[in-house]
Structure formats: C-alpha cells, structure tokens
C-alpha cells in the first residue's frame, strides 16, 4: 500500500510551510507529497495568506526534495491553456528528476472561478475541453523528439508545435483521473488514465466507480489491471482519545462525524479500517489528506504506527 499525504493550501498556507510539510514527507518515508489545485478558501476559515499556485509550488519543491513523488489532486482543466499546462508539467517532471504525477480534472468551484475571473463553461462543454485536453497534453508529451505536433479539435487548435519541452519520464507522466461521473469519467479514464482515484467515497461507492472504470477499458481492449486504484481519506489519527479529539478541533471536525467519513482512531483502529477498505476497494494507494498543517507529529506518528503496517 502506498501512502501518500496529500494537502489544501487553499485553506490557508505559505510556500514555507508546505515545504516543512513535504520534507516531514520525505523524512517519514511516505511514497508522495499531493496538493489540492485551488484559489478560493472553502468552508469557515479566512484562507489567509491566500493561495499559492500548484505548479509553482511543486517546482520548488521538485529542487528541495529528492526522492518523493509530486503531484496534484487535482489540476483544473479551466485554469491554464492546455499547451502551456504540459510545457509546466513537463518542467517541473526535469527540475525533479521525473517525479511528477499529473492528476486532472474538469473543474468544478464556481466560487473561485467567479472570483478571479476564470470562466466555468456549463457542464457539457466542460467536459469537451477536458477531453480535448487529455488528448492535448498527452499528445505533446509522448510526440517523438525531432517531429512536431498538431491538434484540430473544436476547442483548440495546434499547428506545427515542435512539442517541447519533454519530461524525462517517458512516454509520459503518469495521469490520474477521478469522480464518480457515471459515463464519461469511467471512457476518459479507460483513455488516459494511468491511476483513478475515488475522494472521499465510502467503499461500496468506489467499487461501484472501480468496476465502470474497469468495464470501460475492456471495452477498448485495455487491460483493467494497468490502471492503479486509489482513493483519498481525511486523516485523525492520534494516540489516546484526547489526542484525536484535539486533531478533530484544530481542524473544525467532529470525532463521531470523521469516524464515519475518514480514517479517524487510534493507529491500531485505522489501520484496520485501511485494511477492510483495501480488501473491498481493491485499492492499492492511498492518499491521506492532512489539514493541519503545522501538526507534523501527525505525520510522524502515522509512519512510524500505521505504515509498517501496511506492507
């Protein structure tokens, strides 16, 4: 089981304590520091400093670590021009060693979209452009170096691109797809994906979305097993009850509320429940979301209890 932290800067952190973040990360021995790719605070908390830019904290951290993977859960389609979306990634892929995996998504957060400006097309078209990207980005990527690329679709349109930079991972990073849409979101995975992964979804939920990922593939005779499964859990673990009920409050949850809905107890009670979720799901890695993030005994204590556990 891989285990990967996985963090909201969103909801208020500086560069500075994201990288005291990854390097606990590194340090701990867990497989890969995550970041959400959002501009907006949600829910009752002021978002101060306010955000800090996905790609351009992953850059830095790509040249102050050396050997975890890097990534986001996930990037929005909305946000950048396809084109310049996979020259970034592709460079921070070099600055780190090619060590970036790429999770993408169609977007979805009105609030933020509205506040700085960035149009939200409806549903439908949404999801046109995301499938449009997809082929986009991956098909810059993976062009031969030496030969250039182009791209007629009804949203974008690439002449002649030499299609570079490269990543140094070959032919490509890996893609991460996730949702629970019931139709197009299991065929782009089929396409694209190299791991789906399930937020937040209780496990009968993400077996359900698994086997349509799984359907789809098969039927363009790919085989389901080349897709990695994953799913991403909240995280309260601490030693005794005091501890974690002190871990729910700093980050505005309740005991009873994250028991049901996240990986909440004591190390010995969640890794029984990443167990039982394991054998259900089929899941292989697991991202475990931490909101708190100037608690780094959280972190410690996970690896040292839970981890060894796992494997």
Same mark, same amino acid.
Not at 100 to 116: L, N
């Given at each position: 089981?891989?285990?990967?932290?996985?963090?909201?800067?969103?909801?208020?952190?500086?560069?500075?304590?994201?990288?005291?973040?990854?390097?606990?990360?590194? @340090?701990?021995?867990? @497989?890969?520091?995550?970041?959400?790719?959002?501009?907006?605070?949600? %829910?009752?908390?002021?978002?101060?400093?306010?955000?800090?830019?996905?790609?351009?904290?992953?850059? %830095?951290?790509?040249?102050?670590?050396?050997?975890?993977?890097?990534?986001?859960?996930?990037?929005?389609?909305?946000?950048?021009? !396809?084109?310049?979306?996979?020259?970034?990634?592709?460079?921070?892929?070099?600055?780190?060693?090619?060590?970036?995996?790429? %999770?993408?998504?169609?977007?979805?957060?009105? @609030?933020?979209?509205?506040?700085?400006?960035?149009?939200? !097309?409806?549903?439908?078209?949404?999801?046109?452009?995301?499938?449009?990207?997809?082929?986009?980005?991956?098909?810059?990527?993976?062009?031969?170096?030496?030969?250039?690329?182009?791209?007629?679709?009804?949203?974008?349109?690439?002449?002649?691109?030499?299609?570079?930079?490269?990543?140094?991972?070959?032919?490509?990073?890996?893609?991460?797809?996730?949702?629970?849409?019931?139709?197009?979101?299991?065929?782009?995975?089929?396409?694209?994906?190299?791991?789906?992964?399930?937020?937040?979804?209780? !496990?009968?939920?993400?077996?359900?979305?698994?086997?349509?990922?799984?359907?789809?593939?098969?039927?363009?005779?790919?085989?389901?097993?080349?897709?990695?499964?994953?799913?991403?859990?909240?995280?309260?673990?601490?030693?005794?009850?005091?501890?974690?009920?002190?871990?729910?409050?700093?980050?505005?949850?309740?005991?009873?509320?994250?028991?049901?809905?996240?990986?909440? %107890?004591?190390?010995?009670?969640?890794?029984?429940?990443?167990?039982?979720?394991?054998?259900?799901?089929?899941?292989?890695?697991?991202?475990?979301?931490?909101?708190?993030?100037?608690?780094? @005994?959280?972190?410690?204590?996970?690896?040292?209890?839970?981890?060894?556990?796992?494997?």
């Amino acid at each position: 089981m891989d285990l990967r932290i996985f963090t909201e800067p969103q909801q208020g952190a500086t560069y500075d304590e994201l990288l005291r973040v990854a390097r606990t990360t590194e @340090d701990a021995g867990f @497989d890969a520091f995550f970041r959400s790719d959002h501009y907006l605070h949600m %829910g009752a908390v002021s978002g101060l400093p306010g955000p800090t830019d996905a790609w351009i904290t992953l850059a %830095g951290l790509a040249r102050e670590t050396s050997r975890i993977r890097l990534g986001t859960l996930v990037t929005a389609a909305t946000f950048r021009h !396809p084109a310049v979306l996979a020259i970034s990634v592709a460079q921070v892929d070099q600055m780190s060693g090619g060590r970036v995996d790429f %999770g993408f998504g169609a977007g979805w957060f009105a @609030d933020e979209h509205t506040a700085y400006g960035i149009p939200l !097309p409806e549903v439908r078209e949404r999801f046109d452009r995301y499938a449009e990207q997809l082929e986009l980005i991956t098909g810059l990527w993976e062009t031969p170096a030496g030969e250039t690329f182009d791209y007629l679709g009804k949203h974008y349109e690439l002449a002649n691109s030499p299609a570079l930079p490269k990543p140094v991972q070959q032919p490509r990073p890996p893609v991460i797809i996730g949702g629970t849409g019931k139709k197009r979101t299991p065929q782009l995975a089929a396409r694209f994906a190299d791991e789906f992964n399930l937020p937040f979804a209780d !496990p009968a939920t993400a077996t359900t979305q698994f086997d349509r990922v799984a359907a789809a593939a098969r039927a363009i005779d790919r085989d389901p097993a080349e897709i990695t499964r994953s799913a991403a859990l909240v995280l309260c673990v601490g030693r005794d009850d005091a501890e974690i009920a002190r871990r729910a409050a700093a980050i505005g949850r309740e005991v009873d509320e994250l028991r049901r809905n996240g990986l909440t %107890g004591t190390p010995a009670e969640v890794i029984d429940k990443i167990g039982r979720y394991r054998e259900q799901t089929g899941i292989t890695r697991l991202y475990l979301q931490v909101l708190d993030l100037t608690d780094l @005994d959280h972190l410690e204590l996970v690896a040292a209890q839970v981890a060894p556990h796992l494997n």
